[in-house]
């Protein structure tokens, strides 16, 4: 049943999988640096090599770096599509999230004392108004780059392997 998906249905799939993990690990209490948090990204890499796999023992193989790459290219670049729809929705539904980084970064300015109480209050609306941009930022740049080194990986351990 899973062997004729394509890449993208491979990284819709996995993509899901990933979201249901981290919905797991937030409502089952585990805080957000738990070690299961690894999971996730183990499900990430394993989404790429499954797809990089199928594609390997497929008649349309090239054996070419470039041709594995597009497969992986294809599933990763899903993946970071819903991971960035999620991160947005995710952070949209739980508002104390950006409460609790600004609670953070005021505490952490404060500490410091490098600022006036103007210029922490002009920090802190800033921290406001850019918390989503730079959330979802981040997760575009850490899907996308970690998508693009395990797929380079994987493309050069199957190369090899015909």
Do not use: D
């Not at 950006?98 to 800033?126: D, H, Q, R």
């Amino acid at each position: 049943m899973l062997k004729n998906l394509n890449a993208t249905n491979k990284g819709l799939i996995t993509g899901l999988v990933m979201i249901g993990i981290t919905l797991g690990i937030f409502y089952s209490g585990q805080s957000a640096a738990s070690p299961l948090q690894y999971l996730v990204h183990i499900v990430y890499a394993a989404g790429i090599a499954w797809t990089i796999y199928e594609y390997s023992r497929s008649a349309e193989n090239t054996n070419k770096f470039g041709a594995f790459f597009l497969q992986g290219f294809k599933c990763f670049i899903v993946i970071t599509l819903l991971m960035v729809i999620f991160t947005i929705v995710f952070n949209k539904l739980h508002p104390e999230f950006k409460e609790g980084m600004v609670k953070a970064y005021n505490e952490e300015m404060v500490k410091k004392g490098n600022s006036t109480p103007a210029e922490i209050l002009k920090n802190i609306e800033n921290a406001k108004e850019y918390y989503l941009t730079m959330l979802i930022s981040g997760a575009i740049f850490v899907y996308l780059a970690t998508g693009a080194v395990f797929t380079a990986a994987t493309s050069l351990i199957f190369m090899k392997r015909k």
